[in-house]
């Protein structure tokens, strides 16, 4: 599936650069006060790398779904929601009436025909495990990925991560904390790769073909 060679292409890349920063220190012969800022260093990329993928990789899964001219009539409840949602951005109040006319208008154009999704993926720039989550209740995927185990590896990846780009510089970053993070990321993307292969492959993003006919 074209779907899955863009995704690989994409997990690849990402984890060649995470592999990449993670042994600098090993090649380079790096001083204990290098590997003490290389260690913090590394948190910021390995998070940079987590959030570039979630954008990436849903995007992608958008694009293929835009590709398939699926009509806004078959799509399910979950894809008509999200359609109408982007469309309008529902969580913005409306300021006055001329806002109105463009928003109506940009719902006429996203119910005409074929849908086409925005692939901008939101993620407030904090992918803990309940955003990543509620990225994927919208897809409609959310049970497919993210068991409660990865609850707290997660959130404390983002806890070591936000302190950082905050400031915090008395947090010591272990070796075993990266190897940690590391292999936490590599697993995430692996296990998004899939339940957007299994998505695609089960045209979620359809009505059931019986509610269509009624």
């Known amino acids: ?72 009539s078959q799509l399910s409840p979950s894809y008509y929601a999200l359609l109408v949602d982007s469309s309008l951005s529902l969580r913005e109040p409306l300021q006055n009436f001329d806002i109105v006319i463009k928003r109506c208008q940009k719902l006429r154009l996203a119910l005409d025909l074929t849908a086409q999704f925005n692939t901008t993926v939101d993620t407030a720039s904090n992918v803990n495990f309940k955003v990543i989550n509620g990225i994927l209740r919208k897809l409609d995927i959310e049970s497919r990925i993210l068991p409660q185990d990865y609850s707290q590896p997660l959130d404390r990846f983002l806890f070591f991560r936000n302190a950082i780009s905050h400031g915090v510089d008395r947090i010591p970053v272990t070796q075993l904390d990266l190897d940690r993070f ?33």
């Open 1 to 72: 599936m074209v779907l899955v060679s863009r995704l690989t292409a994409i997990y690849d890349r990402r984890l060649f650069a995470l592999t990449t920063i993670k042994t600098l220190p090993f090649r380079y012969g790096f001083t204990p006060e290098d590997r003490s800022i290389h260690a913090a260093t590394t948190v910021l990329m390995m998070y940079a790398h987590w959030e570039g993928f979630i954008k990436e990789a849903i995007a992608e899964y958008l694009q293929w779904i835009n590709e398939q001219q699926v009509p806004v």
């Open 182 to 214: 590391s292999q936490l990321v590599e697993e995430l993307m692996g296990l998004l790769i899939v339940d957007l292969e299994q998505a695609a492959d089960q045209e979620i993003w359809l009505e059931p073909r019986d509610k269509i006919r009624g």
